[in-house]
């Protein structure tokens, strides 16, 4: 079955009641036993629930996975993975990557006696300095949040491999349509599904993808134990997201290019960080590894000034300031201010996180209309 016929069919059934085509809302917590221990595999919602269910049998399905699961956000996600290791266990993890991500290793799992170090993985091969016998976890994301560097993903595996590590790639900035990490060599994949899975901005949630059993009901085993599961609502209004996840796609690639391009050549604007630039670094890995380059991209203003990035993210009119990313429509960031305000600021500026720089989310809205919001704003 190809990608876009999974997004509607992929490890999707008619309801076994009425035979509805979309999975009901079950909006119960409890379920009726005929004995105790008597019911039909469902017994009370926080462990199972059929929304959710058929959600996680969909996430399994368009990231080409065995088992998937459905968390009440993606940090929560990330939690559960980190809930894998115990004291005296390391990480390394992507040194770009999303500010909840690491406020969450640094905050609070580096307080449990788990170590965490912060590479450079442009080059993979930077990574092998850093493994030792305490290394459980490669932590990565790419495209990276928000500098959209590329990580080679076989290469990481292939790493982790040679030295019993599980790799997790965080496939958000991608999605599955663009990109499928399992199929790379990762053992898991996660996504915020409240970004472009969801994609109206109108749900949070997150989202673990495997191929392996144990591994899988070791995460089966901390997301019932913990409890940072979604609820029924927010598990249809994911199924509803996935449904268009392709055709959403498609414009957000389409637009995203014309933007890059648009401010790429704008007199005002220093650099534009986007994968599909020929000159942007690892672009021939995206071509490997992506099937196009996603609406997602950086810029920075000439002369690098905090107080002209703002005075451009407060003009805009059609990209919506705001958190967030991967909806129908499109949103401009202040990556130190807002998303990765929770990074120190020396340890930001390291990765090019400086306070002149802006991201854009590029909607599904029409091409011109966007560009000529960008040029009122730059002018």
Not at 328 to 357: C, F, N, Q, W, Y
């Amino acid at each position: 079955m190809k990608f876009n016929t999974k997004t509607i069919h992929g490890k999707q059934h008619p309801d076994k009641a009425y035979g509805a085509v979309m999975p009901p809302i079950y909006q119960t917590s409890t379920y009726a036993q005929t004995t105790p221990g008597g019911h039909k595999g469902f017994a009370y919602s926080r462990s199972h629930n059929p929304t959710r269910h058929a959600l996680e049998n969909a996430f399994a399905s368009i990231e080409n996975g065995e088992f998937g699961l459905a968390f009440g956000s993606g940090l929560a996600a990330i939690d559960a993975v980190m809930k894998l290791l115990k004291p005296g266990d390391e990480v390394i993890s992507t040194n770009d990557l999303y500010g909840g991500t690491y406020r969450l290793f640094t905050s609070i799992f580096e307080g449990f006696g788990i170590k965490f170090h912060f590479v450079g993985m442009e080059n993979a091969a930077n990574i092998e300095n850093y493994i030792n016998e305490k290394t459980k976890l490669i932590w990565v994301e790419t495209p990276t949040n928000p500098m959209l560097n590329i990580i080679d993903i076989k290469a990481v595996a292939l790493i982790a491999k040679k030295h019993g590590v599980l790799l997790s790639v965080d496939n958000t900035f991608a999605t599955p349509y663009l990109q499928q990490p399992l199929d790379l060599g990762a053992d898991i994949v996660m996504h915020s599904a409240t970004k472009y899975i969801g994609g109206h901005s109108d749900l949070v949630m997150g989202a673990l993808i495997v191929k392996d059993k144990d591994l899988a009901d070791k995460l089966y085993f901390i997301q019932n134990a913990s409890g940072a599961i979604c609820g029924p609502q927010d598990s249809f209004l994911a199924l509803r997201g996935i449904k268009t996840l392709h055709v959403r796609m498609q414009r957000h690639c389409e637009n995203g290019k014309a933007v890059a391009e648009y401010l790429a050549s704008h007199p005002k604007v220093e650099s534009v960080y986007w994968p599909g630039f020929k000159n942007h670094l690892n672009h021939n890995i995206a071509k490997t590894q992506m099937k196009d380059f996603g609406g997602m991209l950086s810029f920075n203003t000439k002369g690098n000034n905090y107080e002209e990035a703002i005075k451009v993210v407060e003009n805009l009119k059609i990209f919506t300031l705001a958190e967030s990313l991967g909806g129908v429509e499109s949103l401009v960031g202040h990556p130190a201010s807002m998303t990765h305000a929770s990074i120190p600021k020396a340890e930001r500026e390291k990765i090019g996180v400086v306070d002149s720089l802006i991201r854009l989310s590029v909607g599904i809205e029409d091409e011109e209309d966007l560009i000529n919001d960008l040029k009122q704003a730059l002018g």
